[in-house]
């Protein structure tokens, strides 16, 4: 795992960390405030995970080019040449 994998997961759990914290803040008679919390939490969570895991493709170093085949000598009997095709009759 490298380091931009560890660091946005860290993030990551960092935030849910973050919005437990308040979700444990909250009283119990606010249900929905603690439900809504919960979703944010988990959510967010997952944003920041799929984002920072797309951000860390694409700042990746591309991997150095392979070198192209070498080329092949071709002596001609391979090639076939069609005939034109004749445009309308009446024209000349």
């Known amino acids: 795992m490298s380091s931009g994998h560890l660091l946005v997961l860290a993030s990551s759990i960092m935030w849910i960390l973050f919005c437990m914290r308040f979700w444990y803040i909250i009283d119990r008679d606010h249900v929905w405030q603690r439900h809504l919390i919960a979703i944010a939490a988990g959510l967010g969570g997952g944003l920041i995970y799929f984002v920072g895991?797309?951000?860390v493709q694409a700042l990746k170093e591309p991997a150095p080019p392979q070198?192209?085949?070498p080329?092949?000598?071709q002596d001609g009997s391979d090639i076939r040449v069609s005939p034109r095709i004749k445009e309308a009759a009446g024209k000349k």
């Open 67 to 69: 070198p192209a085949p």
């Open 53 to 55: 895991m797309m951000l």
């Open 71 to 73: 080329a092949q000598v």
